[in-house]
């Protein structure tokens, strides 16, 4: 039992080191038979006054990039939500959609220790599949868990 807490304050130790150094830290949990890999932002509320980010079925590589770029992009600004978004990534456009916390609490386990209880906020980045169809059109086909509402 005793390992598993060195190995959380390890792991806490390098979040808070992320937030206070570089403004926020990137959770990504890898893919695996029969589930869908994640990523989330924390910090990004706190430090930048956006929402975090919340990203379903991505690798972490993508996923950091993307968190990273929606951060530069957007720090201190209004996020656009329910819009396309074409200067995200290169290599897709994509949308962003407001997430209740609550429907998170399963994923988001970093930025619930992390906030406690104060206040913060999730958007959900939504990409398109392979053939650029978004989940709300036909023959979209990707392994995406929706956790918003979309319905762009």
Partial sequence: MEENEDKKEIYFKSVYGNIKNIG??????????????????????????????????????LSGELIKNYTEKFKFEKVPLNKRLDDLSERFPVYLINVNNKDLTKYTLTSIKFYERRNYEYVQLVFPDLNGNFPNEANYDYDQKIIGEFNV
């Fill in 24 to 61: 926020y830290h990137t959770t990504t949990i890898m893919e695996e038979e029969n589930f869908t890999p994640f990523a989330y932002s924390t910090g990004i509320f706190e430090n930048f006054k956006i929402p975090e980010l919340f990203i379903s079925g991505l690798g972490p590589n």
